[in-house]
């Protein structure tokens, strides 16, 4: 370790001058290695693994086994690496490594409709076809977005399925995504697979049909669509890492402890369509899927210290793990600690983008190697497949467990835009924020008691004591919030009439203006905020009174809520007996 930061100093204080004759011998070797291509994979051995936390800063690692390292880089990372003048040895790329025919484009192999065999990979135009025709054949569960657009212009696709696509409900929203990676393909062809599994088993499969009731799943089989096809849209033979700027996307977003630029590049187009993306989604829960080892990755990957959540993360992890030794062949999908691994306990990332949705969009994304093998022979996508669905399915799954429900206004019973934290527990951003649009919030947490404290701005702070979850299990928390001014009225409104008030529970109201719709609604809540009565008035014209009788309420003092259809009035009402 001593020997590399004396290097890596070396390098940042005193590279402007190094002897002519040096950089002559780096630049020679440079043009070697860079004559036909944009991206090196390599392997070098390291003295000690803390190593490791410098070298990332300057090239992207890929996998770590004890001291031996595989790693990519472009001309300037490959530079900054020569300068410390260890032994290396290039690797051919992961993109070239299978013949024509083992790679098999499917050229043959159209959208069809029904049950594809996945046993293939299209053509860019292919899968540009597959995405459009699912929706096309699907209209009422399955829609197309575009995410974004590459640097040379491809077409970044994903595709929400829901019962209700087109409408935003109170449920979870989950993301899968893959190849963000260009050469790591096997990932892509399974998300593929993934859909068309869905979509034809929707109605057919109580399983799937209950997931697509009750989730807005959305899936991006390809991120970096420039690397996969590198060679040229007809094949994915010649598939790179790194976009078409020579930039590796999983390094290229903000990050919790680095910042807004770690890899000291400008955020790609692909890089700013993904942050628009999760800007304009709540997700809940994603994975992102890569390949080069066999390991369910979870967070962090720029951090040391644990996630607020990692007991969780551990228990997802091994069934995820667990679930693909059932299917899999022995020996499969044991990476690390039996399939599992704490990010920065196998290799330290910064940029990654399983970290920035963690910390800044309250997702729990996790990163998934599928396959050592980044492109897999043809032969072989069906065998992975049926290694790895009953986990994808049980992954969805698991974005309904814990604890759930909706966030309300007491008064408007309105969606509320809420933090949901949970006490002596949420750090680092974990917590989880209900939808402005639904009030919807989901909470994916292990099995334990929790005190839960919701806020939001211009409403007094509710914290519910003991919510208790189960593996596995949902527990519903819908909570109202009563707003800051609860009770006041605006003066330039007049409030419904109640007389006579005090009353012994038979009063009359006299209504305001003409409402919109021919029927009203009102509501009497006690001093607690909770509402004890709930009744509709058929509203007819010329009719300004109605009698009301409600016997059961105790003495006290109530807030009657009317809703006209396009205005709520609120009054006091005083029940004396």
């Given amino acids: 370790m001593k020997k590399l930061l004396t290097g890596i100093l070396a390098f940042l204080f ?112 292919q899968y540009v076809d597959y995405m459009v025709g699912f929706a096309s054949s699907f209209p009422a569960i399955c829609k197309l977005d575009t995410v974004g657009t590459s640097i040379q212009g491809r077409l970044i696709l994903a595709l929400k399925i829901s019962k209700n696509v ?32 869905l979509l034809t088993n929707y109605g057919i499969d109580p399983s799937v049909t209950q997931l697509l009731n009750t989730t807005e799943i959305c899936i991006n ?35 919790p402890k680095v910042g807004q630029h770690p890899d000291s590049n400008p955020w790609q187009v692909e890089t700013i369509a993904w942050m628009s993306y999760a800007d304009n989604n709540h997700f809940t829960m994603s994975a992102n899927f890569h390949g080069g080892s066999e390991v369910f990755n979870y967070p962090w990957d720029t951090w040391s210290k644990l996630t607020a959540d990692d007991d969780w993360w551990q228990f997802v992890g091994h069934e995820w793990a667990d679930t693909v030794h059932i299917y899999g062949p022995a020996g499969y999908f044991t990476d690390e600690n039996n399939g599992i691994t704490d990010g920065y306990a196998w290799y330290e990332v910064n940029g990654g983008r399983q970290d920035y949705m963690n910390y800044w969009h309250n997702c729990r994304e996790v990163t998934v190697e599928l396959s050592y093998t980044k492109l897999l022979p043809v032969n072989q996508l069906l065998s992975y497949w049926n290694y790895n669905y009953p986990s994808f399915l049980n992954y ?103 007389y006579p008030n005090p009353s012994d529970g038979h009063f009359r109201l006299i209504l305001p203006e003409n409402p919109i719709n021919p029927s009203c609604s009102f509501q009497i809540i006690n001093a607690l905020g909770e509402v004890v009565y709930n009744s509709e008035i058929a509203r007819f014209s010329g009719n300004s009174t109605v009698e009301v009788e409600v016997p059961g309420l ?13 205005r709520i009035y609120i009054d006091k009402l005083i029940i004396k007996k």
């Fill in 221 to 255: 089989p390809l991120a970096n669509p420039d690397g996969t096809y590198h060679g040229g849209n007809n094949s994915v033979y010649g598939a790179v890492r790194y976009n078409a700027n020579g930039v590796d996307l999983n390094r290229n977003f903000p990050d």
């Fill in 166 to 197: 087109n409408l935003e409900e109170a449920e979870p929203q989950f993301l899968y995504t893959s190849s963000i990676h260009g050469d790591e393909i096997t990932g892509y062809i399974m998300m593929l697979h993934l859909i068309d599994y």
């Fill in 554 to 566: 105790v003495n006290g003092l109530y807030y009657l809520k009317f809703n006209s259809g396009y």
């Fill in 396 to 498: 969805i799954k698991e974005s309904h467990y814990g604890f759930s429900g909706t966030v309300t206004d007491t008064v408007t019973d309105q969606p509320v835009a809420a933090k949901v934290f949970i006490d002596g527990h949420d750090r680092d951003f974990s917590e989880v924020y209900s939808r402005s649009t639904t009030g919807f919030y989901a909470r994916p947490i292990y099995e334990g008691s929790y005190n839960v404290t919701f806020s939001a701005p211009g409403y007094f702070t509710k914290t519910i004591k003991n919510v208790s979850v189960s593996k596995r299990t949902t527990t519903n928390l819908d909570v109202q919030l009563r707003p800051l001014t609860y009770g006041a009225q605006d003066k330039s409104e007049r409030s419904v009439l109640v």
């Fill in 14 to 125: 005193f590279g402007l001058i190094t002897p002519v004759n040096s950089q002559n011998n780096t630049a020679s070797q440079l043009d070697s290695v860079f004559h036909d291509r944009s991206e090196v994979y390599f392997t070098f051995k390291i003295a000690d693994k803390d190593d490791i936390h410098s070298l990332t800063r300057l090239i992207s690692i890929d996998n770590v086994k004890g001291k031996t390292v595989h790693a990519y880089a472009n001309r300037k990372e490959f530079s900054d690496f020569l300068r410390f003048n260890m032994a290396y040895r290039i690797l051919p790329s992961p993109g070239t490594l299978l013949s024509e025919s083992e790679v098999n484009t499917g050229q043959q192999k159209g959208f069809r409709g029904d049950r594809t065999i996945w046993d293939f990979y299209p053509t860019y135009q």
